[in-house]
C-alpha cells in the first residue's frame, strides 16, 4: 500500500489527452510538499518529467504538465504519442516518516 | 554531463549481503545528496534512503532502517549502498539517483540500475 495512490492503468488514442492522479494526504502533499513525476520506459531507468508540482526540466515537450491541489497532484499529458506508453510515477515528501514516498504507478497505454 | 554509472548485477545467497557503487560524474559531488530507490521485478519504485555526500550523514526509510548503509567515498565521487542479511524479497533493480543539493528533491540523474538477484 502506497502513501501516494495512483490508478493502476490508464489509456488513450494517440493525439488525446489523458490525466494521472496522484492522493496522498496532510503529511505530505497537503502539507505543501512538492510533487514530482517521473517517466520509465520500458527496461530502462526513470527520467525525471515534472518536479516542484509544475516545472518542467530542459527538454521534456510542453505536452507534459503538472498540477497540485490540496492534497492530490495531477499528470496531465496531450497530444498523446506512442512513444508516451511508460510507467509514471509520482512523489513527494513525507513528514510523519521522514521519508521520500512515491506512488504506486500508473501505466500508461496508448491504443 | 552529469552521469551516475552502477556497478555490475550481482547474484546472492539468502543472509549473505551485497554492496552497490554509484560512480558520479560531471558535477560536483559532494555538492548534492545521494538516493537510492529499489524496484522489485514487476512493482513499483520504492525510496530506500538518501547520503548527504559531503558529511556522510545519512537518512533512511523505516523499512530498510538496520538492514541497509549507505556510504561514500568523496576523493572518488562514488556512493555505495549495502544491503545485508539478504533474502529473496531483496531481487530487484536498485537505483541511485542524484536529489537535491539542500532540498531533499528532486531526483534530477538517476544511474543504468543494478540487479540484484537473490537465489540459492
Known amino acids: 500500500q502506497s502513501v501516494l495512490t495512483q490508478p493502476p492503468s490508464v489509456s488513450g488514442a494517440p493525439g488525446q489527452r489523458v490525466t494521472i492522479s496522484c492522493t496522498g494526504s496532510s503529511s505530505n502533499i497537503g502539507a505543501g510538499y512538492d510533487v514530482d513525476w517521473y517517466q520509465q520506459l520500458p527496461g530502462t531507468a526513470p527520467k525525471l518529467l515534472i518536479y516542484?508540482?509544475?516545472n518542467r526540466p530542459s527538454g521534456v515537450p510542453d505536452r507534459f504538465s503538472g498540477s497540485e491541489s490540496g492534497t492530490s497532484a495531477s499528470l496531465a499529458i496531450t497530444g498523446l504519442q506512442a512513444e508516451d506508453e511508460a510507467d509514471y510515477y509520482c512523489q513527494s515528501y513525507d513528514s510523519s516518516l521522514s521519508a521520500g514516498v512515491f506512488g504506486g504507478g500508473t501505466k500508461l497505454t496508448v491504443l | 554531463q552529469v552521469q551516475l554509472v552502477q556497478s555490475g548485477a550481482e547474484v546472492k545467497k539468502p543472509g549473505a549481503s551485497v554492496k552497490v557503487s554509484c560512480k558520479a560524474s560531471?558535477?560536483?559531488?559532494?555538492?548534492?545528496?545521494m538516493h537510492w530507490v529499489r524496484q522489485a521485478p514487476g512493482r513499483g519504485l520504492e525510496w530506500m534512503g538518501r547520503i548527504n555526500s559531503y558529511t556522510g550523514a545519512t537518512n533512511y526509510a523505516q523499512k530498510f532502517q538496520g538492514r541497509v548503509t549507505m556510504t561514500r567515498e568523496t576523493p572518488i565521487s562514488t556512493a555505495y549502498m549495502e544491503v545485508s542479511r539478504l533474502r529473496f524479497d531483496d531481487t530487484a533493480v536498485f537505483y541511485c539517483?542524484?536529489?537535491?543539493?539542500?532540498?531533499?528533491?528532486?531526483?534530477?540523474?538517476w544511474g543504468q540500475g543494478t540487479l540484484v538477484t537473490v537465489s540459492s
Open positions: 539517483a542524484r536529489g537535491g543539493s539542500s532540498s531533499w528533491f528532486p531526483l534530477d540523474y
Open positions: 560531471g558535477y560536483t559531488f559532494s555538492d548534492y545528496y
Open positions: 516542484g508540482n509544475d
